[in-house]
């Protein structure tokens, strides 16, 4: 039940990961820093295809941060 939104519509810290997931997956894990980490603790992204393009989504503590299509790499 996204209602038509693009991934990159929702608004910071409104979805968890797993609420994300439910409209969006399946999504591949990526980058990860760890719960110490300074700048950045407790922070995962992932990317999924959506609508035919690849994106990346970022989570701090399991909430939402961003959303954004992928650029092409050629």
Known sequence: PTGGRSPSEFALWSVD????????????????WSLSDKLL?????????????LYGAGFSWGLFMFSA???PEN
């Open 41 to 53: 603790p407790s922070y995962e992204e992932y990317e999924f295809s959506w609508d035919g393009d």
């Open 17 to 32: 990961l797993a609420e994300f997931t439910e409209h969006f997956g399946p999504m591949h894990k990526g980058r990860q």
């Open 69 to 71: 299509k992928s650029w």
